[in-house]
């Protein structure tokens, strides 16, 4: 116990801390300018600065640490004068133009010199004069406003750490800049937005567009890109999104935000909006009312419902959507519809991955809490970047890292260059053998672990499959030993190595690690309601609550409360069901808030197969690839437009809050609604909150929550209900399709920090500061090809080709290259074929090989 | 990026220090003797070869004023015009050698050859004007001198 007096207050504090933390515990303000919570205590601005009894100079507050028995005084003649002091000497080079800065109204140094003066101004000379940089597309510079407090640069390296920024130069020629002094070049989280105190760097989204003050509203809410559900505060103005800003400390963020989640939010308001229903006639799609385009949606789905049976009739959900929307989707596709095939995109990797595990070692097992990795000894990550896929969880990666943690990466992960102690690169599409030989490694030392006597007769299997075959890979042992030896283990899963057609392989790999070691598994999410979707059953097998749809017991409580009927036998999954449609034993597909036609390998396939389907239903915010070969297209409405919940990876619910009015579209749980009254299903909610009311009655997962509960940040797994114990009784046999992949170059799927699916190509900030796809390949290939930076090429595969510019880089280095699917036009998923695993269902896209040639003249 | 023998270079550096940054400053150095002076280019080239961010590395480099920020020429003459060299005649050579060789006063000379610091004392003053170029002292200066010394650096 530590006792001071501050300010003639006897202040006791149960750990050590600053001065400064101290005054601020109990209520006393003292000013700051370089400190800042998320930050490390600096020291120099001085600002800070208090009296100590029997310390002969004024201390520092924010590196002075609190001592028993301190008398400190925080306010003082003494303590004024050397403020102001401070405040006029910062104000010399400063260009005082408030009237025309944009952090005037939020400005620390402008609220200080209200505080503490000068009134006036003594300084007569030249100031220092450096113009305004505009040269990046979404950062503004002006350094003359900068009071050089570093908290932009010590969030850049010591938080964020991408180290893009430094301070340039000495002495009063100080100033911020990234190192090629115009574009930042970065990964643009806008972090140092957050962090600066003065109008030195501003968003050019919003720059002279509004001013602090006159923010209609600000509206707290979690963000629509990835699986982490960062909270994030939307400041509207005439309804309309004026910024997003997160709030310090708070959400699991903790004030952190990504470039998406900072600088994406433009879709909403783009041009591109579909504003009413569409009905296709004569072949082509014309605007229709409400009423007409949901009466012939219910009467197309009742007719192929009595003439086929609900088994021809298929949906699609979205990660995207809400909880709420979710729910009502597979309820309607359940009773409404009369059918189980209800799948998600989400199967090409998330759900499929999530189902393999919790199968096998039971129900919850990817539900983390995020602080777990920051707090851990080592850090295994697969699959994919996770600071680009899941940037947030990356950064407490980085932060795992920066303390001494063992960040073992297999394969690639760029946005962990400079962070991970050890890199295995296994043979191109073959990371299964590396996970398994160190499983092997790890199983030979453990031993077996006793809980699940299934998952050690697999481990047993394995081991003695595999023994004595070793694959030779550097980096191998070094990571048993490392695992061995740790005490805290997380294992962070991207969902590329499920992509395999023997991805289940690797899948028990992973999940044989997670059992041996007790670690905490991961699963990297692009969506950022994966899990939920998952949750309220909008999966083949699984009601709401992952109950089993094949269980009576469970389903007829769930037709209780329905007051309809449900299939009793599992449905088709994703690939299943495009399949089905391509066959002709699905005649109508409902596809919500999705885009297949883009976003699943083997684009054309999928193309064809929903162009052979009797009728087609898209709801959607956009006319995308796949609403245009729609029926039906019916405009819903998006993030921030209506309320609801998400889930995140880690399992936790979070709320989103409507922000802004618009008259075009319904909330999708809306149109589905009212599409089940017409087709004799009544489905009666006036609100999101209604919805959740009835989820927290069936589903055992979500039993008893509310919103208050909810918002209040209490949702976390495994709530109030009981999870089930793991449905496999076995490890699934596992199919070995190993072989070499020798051709010159192989097409792989690029997830880039700066995009997500098809939604981030209407932000226009996001096309700036990444505005079409890149080929990424590695050095060695590129000199192969005689390719340099920004060369075009044209890709060609056996289902299509396209041109793209190349990007070099220099962490590839096997025969892989890199394209993403998310800009119009074509994109990786139209280049690739892909085979299924028969075990996750999910689709593998290894082993695509491409023909690059140059194409010349241009570039 | 540096050839083998430079990276062998650095990698002794490296080898001195617990840390990767300590190597930094020394690195900086033998960029500036490969590139000529500090550009982006060999910043780069810096950063890659100790693993660091470039910004870090351009903001150490900026904070020094004796790394070279800008281009110069093949050899670098460094000329003392304080007091004692001042009084013994520095000012003149300053004009000579631009008259002679075309290098201003911290400037490079337009066929690359020299370039021209006024630096203050090296401590010479007993034998001044002094100059250096590029590591090499010279005291006791005369027009005839320079030309003589000037005609090894070519």
């Given at each position: 116990m530590i006792t001071l007096t501050i300010n003639e207050r006897e202040i006791t504090l149960d750990k050590p801390m600053s001065v400064l933390d101290a005054a601020k515990k109990a209520g006393i303000k003292i000013p700051t300018l370089c400190h800042h919570e998320a930050l490390k205590p600096y020291g120099?601005?001085?600002?800070?600065?208090?009296?100590?009894?029997?310390?002969?100079?004024?201390?520092?507050?924010?590196?002075?640490?609190?001592?028993?028995?301190?008398?400190?005084?925080?306010?003082?003649?003494?303590?004024?004068?050397?403020?102001?002091?401070?405040?006029?000497?910062?104000?010399?080079?400063?260009?005082?133009?408030?009237?025309?800065?944009?952090?005037?109204?939020?400005?620390?140094?402008?609220?200080?010199?209200?505080?503490?003066?000068?009134?006036?101004?003594?300084?007569?000379?030249?100031?220092?004069?450096?113009?305004?940089?505009?040269?990046?597309?979404?950062?503004?510079?002006?350094?003359?406003?900068?009071?050089?407090?570093?908290?932009?640069?010590?969030?850049?390296?010591?938080?964020?750490?991408?180290?893009?920024?430094?301070?340039?130069?000495?002495?009063?020629?100080?100033?911020?800049?990234?190192?090629?002094?115009?574009?930042?070049?970065?990964?643009?989280?806008?972090?140092?937005?957050?962090?600066?105190?003065?109008?030195?760097?501003?968003?050019?989204?919003?720059?002279?567009?509004?001013?602090?003050?006159?923010?209609?509203?600000?509206?707290?809410?979690?963000?629509?890109?990835?699986?982490?559900?960062?909270?994030?505060?939307?400041?509207?103005?005439?309804?309309?999104?004026?910024?997003?800003?997160?709030?310090?400390?708070?959400?699991?963020?903790?004030?952190?935000?990504?470039?998406?989640?900072?600088?994406?939010?433009?879709?909403?308001?783009?041009?591109?909006?579909?504003?009413?229903?569409?009905?296709?006639?004569?072949?082509?799609?014309?605007?229709?009312?409400?009423?007409?385009?949901?009466?012939?949606?219910?009467?197309?789905?009742?007719?192929?419902?009595?003439?086929?049976?609900?088994?021809?009739?298929?949906?699609?959900?979205?990660?995207?959507?809400?909880?709420?929307?979710?729910?009502?989707?597979?309820?309607?596709?359940?009773?409404?519809?009369?059918?189980?095939?209800?799948?998600?995109?989400?199967?090409?990797?998330?759900?499929?991955?999530q189902k393999y595990f919790e199968g096998l070692l039971g129900q919850g097992i990817t539900a983390n809490l995020l602080d777990g990795l920051k707090n851990s000894e080592t850090i295994l990550v697969l699959g994919d970047d996770p600071a680009a896929v899941n940037p947030v969880l990356g950064l407490s990666i980085r932060e795992a890292a920066r303390r001494g943690a063992d960040v073992i990466v297999i394969g690639y992960a760029k946005g962990l260059e400079k962070f991970h102690t050890l890199q295995v690169i296994p043979r191109v599409f073959r990371e299964a053998e590396v996970i398994e030989e160190i499983l092997t490694g790890v199983f030979s030392d453990r031993g077996v672990r006793g809980d699940m006597p299934y998952v050690d007769k697999g481990l047993r299997e394995l081991s003695g499959r595999i023994s004595g075959k070793k694959t030779g890979i550097e980096g191998i042992d070094e990571t048993v030993k490392t695992l061995l030896k740790s005490a805290s283990t997380s294992i962070v899963l991207g969902m590329d190595i499920v992509q395999r057609s023997d991805g289940h392989r690797a899948l028990f790999a992973v999940a044989g690690l997670t059992y041996l070691l007790e670690a905490r598994l991961y699963l990297l999410s692009g969506r950022p309601n994966e899990q939920g979707l998952i949750d309220t059953g909008c999966v083949p097998d699984m009601l709401p609550g992952g109950r089993p749809v094949n269980v009576p017991d469970f389903r007829g409580k769930f037709e209780a409360v329905w007051k309809a009927s449900v299939p009793d036998s599992e449905g088709l999954t994703l690939m299943e069901i495009i399949e089905g449609a391509r066959n002709r034993s699905i005649k109508a597909l409902y596809v919500m808030g999705d885009n297949p036609v883009r976003n699943i390998p083997g684009g054309s396939i999928v193309k064809e197969a929903l162009g052979a389907l009797d009728f087609l239903v898209v709801q959607d915010i956009f006319l995308s690839e796949t609403a245009e070969m729609a029926d039906v297209v019916l405009p819903a409405l998006g993030w921030t437009e209506k309320a609801g919940t998400y889930t995140n990876l880690e399992r936790r619910i979070q709320l989103l809050r409507k922000a802004v009015e618009t008259s075009s579209g319904m909330e999708d749980w809306r149109i589905l609604s009212e599409l089940s009254r017409k087709m004799g299903v009544p489905a009666n909610y006036s609100e999101s909150e209604d919805v959740m009311r009835e989820l927290a009655r069936v589903s055992p997962l979500h039993r008893d929550l509310t919103y208050e509960e909810i918002a209040a940040g209490d949702a976390l797994w495994p709530y109030n209900g009981e999870p089930l114990r793991g449905e496999m009784y076995e490890v699934p046999a596992i199919v070995d399709a190993a072989r070499d992949y020798n051709a010159d170059f192989y097409l792989a799927v690029d997830k880039p920090l700066f995009h997500s699916g098809t939604l981030s190509r209407r932000s226009r900030a996001l096309m700036k500061i990444c505005p079409e796809a890149a080929v990424r390949m590695g050095e060695a290939g590129a000199a192969r090809l005689g390719l340099k930076e920004g060369d075009r090429v044209r890709l060609s595969t056996s289902a299509g080709s396209c041109e793209a510019p190349v990007s070099i880089d220099g962490t590839i280095r096997d025969n892989r290259v890199f394209l993403s699917g998310n800009f119009p036009g074509s994109g990786v998923y139209d280049l690739m074929n892909f085979s299924i695993d028969t075990v996750t269902k999910a689709p593998g896209t290894e082993g695509c090989e491409v023909k690059i040639e140059k194409i010349e003249g241009r570039g | 990026m540096f050839n083998d023998t430079v990276l062998k270079e650095i990698e002794g550096i490296k080898a001195k220090y617990p840390d990767r940054r300590s190597a930094l400053l020394p690195s900086l150095y033998i960029a500036q003797r490969e590139f000529g002076w500090l550009s982006q280019e060999a910043m780069t080239c810096v950063a890659r070869s100790l693993n660091l961010p470039e910004a870090v590395v351009r903001g150490t480099a900026s904070f020094y004023s004796m790394y070279k920020h800008r281009p110069a020429g093949r050899h670098v003459i460094q000329l003392c015009t304080n007091i004692s060299c001042m009084i013994l005649g520095a000012e003149r050579l300053v004009d000579f050698l631009e008259t002679r060789y075309g290098v201003p006063a911290n400037g490079t000379s337009g066929d690359g050859r020299f370039s021209l610091v006024i630096m203050e004392c090296i401590g010479a003053c007993g034998t001044a004007p002094a100059m250096l170029v590029n590591t090499d002292f010279y005291d006791n200066l005369s027009e005839k001198r320079i030309e003589e010394i000037l005609e090894n650096y070519k």
């Open positions: 120099g601005c001085r600002l800070c600065v208090v009296e100590v009894e029997r310390m002969p100079k004024l201390q520092n507050a924010c590196t002075l640490m609190a001592a028993d028995g301190m008398v400190v005084t925080t306010e003082s003649e003494e303590i004024s004068r050397t403020r102001r002091g401070i405040l006029e000497f910062l104000l010399i080079n400063h260009p005082l133009d408030c009237p025309y800065c944009d952090k005037a109204g939020e400005c620390e140094l402008q609220d200080l010199v209200n505080k503490y003066g000068p009134t006036t101004g003594r300084y007569t000379e030249e100031k220092r004069k450096v113009p305004e940089s505009h040269k990046d597309h979404i950062l503004a510079r002006n350094m003359e406003r900068c009071v050089v407090c570093t908290r932009c640069v010590r969030m850049c390296n010591d938080v964020q750490g991408a180290s893009a920024i430094n301070v340039i130069g000495r002495g009063n020629r100080s100033r911020v800049e990234p190192f090629s002094s115009e574009s930042f070049n970065c990964e643009y989280c806008g972090n140092c937005l957050t962090v600066c105190p003065v109008g030195a760097i501003l968003s050019r989204l919003y720059i002279h567009s509004f001013r602090p003050w006159q923010i209609d509203k600000e509206v707290e809410t979690v963000c629509s890109y990835c699986g982490v559900g960062c909270s994030l505060v939307v400041q509207v103005r005439d309804e309309s999104i004026k910024r997003v800003i997160p709030r310090m400390g708070s959400g699991v963020n903790r004030g952190l935000l990504c470039s998406r989640g900072r600088f994406g939010y433009e879709y909403i308001h783009s041009e591109d909006r579909l504003r009413t229903p569409l009905v296709r006639k004569n072949g082509t799609l014309q605007q229709a009312t409400w009423s007409e385009a949901l009466d012939v949606v219910a009467a197309k789905l009742s007719a192929v419902k009595n003439a086929e049976g609900g088994a021809s009739i298929a949906g699609i959900a979205s990660p995207r959507c809400t909880n709420e929307d979710n729910y009502v989707f597979q309820r309607f596709m359940r009773t409404a519809c009369g059918t189980n095939n209800i799948d998600s995109l989400s199967r090409t990797g998330f759900a499929a991955a | -």
